[in-house]
């Protein structure tokens, strides 16, 4: 097939990274695929075989209406035979486009519970005909893009993230990996997101304060970074956690770090799907996490789930969680891993989407 991808930009995020998985893992199976991005320059290792084409559009009238040109001439083109968009601002321009450019089939795809205000979802709505198939990446997702009507209930449908789980599996030596990493004789936690309000990591600084005066000896990795990080930064200094949190930025490596956790901590206010804690999980990292969007879906009961925004719960269930024996440590890991291959893997969730790129 050749199909065509529409991105809003290729960032560090994690509907960013799922669409590189799904292009690489398509490319490999014989397609021809292309990706367009809105905006911004691409941060991402581009997989072998994907070609990427970058709109370069800003707010400005004159370099939006060369976006768009630039879109037109590439889907006629590319003349694919599906055009798959990915997050709000993708999803709406694709939409908009398409009557000047037929294409066989659109597929859009929002990647959250909180996709924006009420003119964006206005925008859903009055666009949605203009599509074949729209989804988001969780049950509860959907549920909420129901409850907001974005879309009719039979046109929205649940189509979960997906995960590689060659590249996150498990170490060979946690132990090893800790103590190359220079946590050795501490509990190691490990957090991935973005460093923005809706991830909200002063909830996880809140948190640690507690564990710390519990007498517990830790070391947080929080990795990733954002507008937030400022703030951040100043607020371990006020709590005292200098020798407690690492601001480890962006990485490439994170299964490194996954493998290497004694826990991973998501402590999010919004999420759609909770992609990071599937990866975790294949790593056997146990997962203590906050009970929003999708996440509960991804863990399946294997984990902690806490309320948001509730840093004492958080510590508790993050102390609880570093005084499982090894061997329930072990078990549970063990049966989040077959959970995440068996839902989520990365063949599975793509034969789900190559039937609906077929299915017109």
């Not at 669409?19 to 367009?36: E, F, Q, R, W």
Request: hydrophobic share 45%; net charge neutral.
């Amino acid at each position: 097939m050749n199909i065509l991808f529409v991105i809003t930009g290729l960032g560090v995020g994690g509907a960013e990274r799922q669409v590189m998985d799904l292009t690489g893992h398509l490319a490999s199976l014989g397609h021809d695929v292309t990706i367009i991005s809105m905006v911004g320059q691409c941060k991402l290792s581009v997989p072998a075989d994907v070609y990427v084409i970058n709109l370069e559009m800003s707010k400005s009238m004159g370099s939006l209406w060369r976006g768009c040109l630039n879109y037109l001439r590439t889907v006629k083109r590319v003349r694919p035979d599906v055009v798959h968009s990915h997050m709000v601002h993708a999803n709406i321009f694709a939409r908009l486009l398409r009557p000047f450019t037929p294409v066989p089939r659109l597929i859009c795809t929002a990647h959250s519970v909180n996709e924006g205000g009420a003119l964006r979802m206005m925008a859903y709505r009055l666009t949605d005909r203009l599509c074949d198939i729209f989804t988001n990446v969780s049950d509860a997702a959907v549920r909420a893009f129901k409850e907001m009507r974005v879309a009719p209930s039979t046109r929205i449908i649940c189509v979960p993230n997906a995960i590689d789980v060659e590249r996150f599996s498990p170490p060979s030596d946690r132990l090893v990996l800790k103590a190359e990493l220079g946590l050795a004789g501490k509990d190691a936690l490990v957090s991935v997101g973005r460093l923005c309000p809706e991830k909200d990591y002063p909830n996880l600084l809140q948190a640690l304060s507690i564990i710390r005066d519990s007498g517990r000896n830790f070391h947080a990795l929080i990795i990733g970074d954002g507008p937030s990080k400022a703030e951040l930064l100043e607020m371990v200094e006020q709590l005292g956690l200098q020798g407690h949190v690492s601001f480890l930025g962006i990485r490439h490596d994170v299964e490194r770090f996954m493998g290497s956790a004694d826990l991973f901590v998501l402590p999010s206010r919004y999420e759609g799907f909770g992609l990071v804690v599937a990866e975790a999980m294949a790593c056997y990292a146990p997962v203590v996490a906050t009970d929003c969007g999708g996440v509960a879906e991804v863990m399946g009961g294997f984990g902690s789930l806490v309320e948001p925004g509730r840093p004492t719960a958080l510590a508790r269930a993050v102390l609880a969680a570093l005084d499982l024996s090894e061997s329930d440590r072990q078990a549970q890991v063990e049966s989040a891993r077959e959970h995440v291959v068996e839902r989520f893997g990365l063949d599975r969730v793509v034969e789900r989407w190559l039937s609906l790129y077929k299915a017109g």
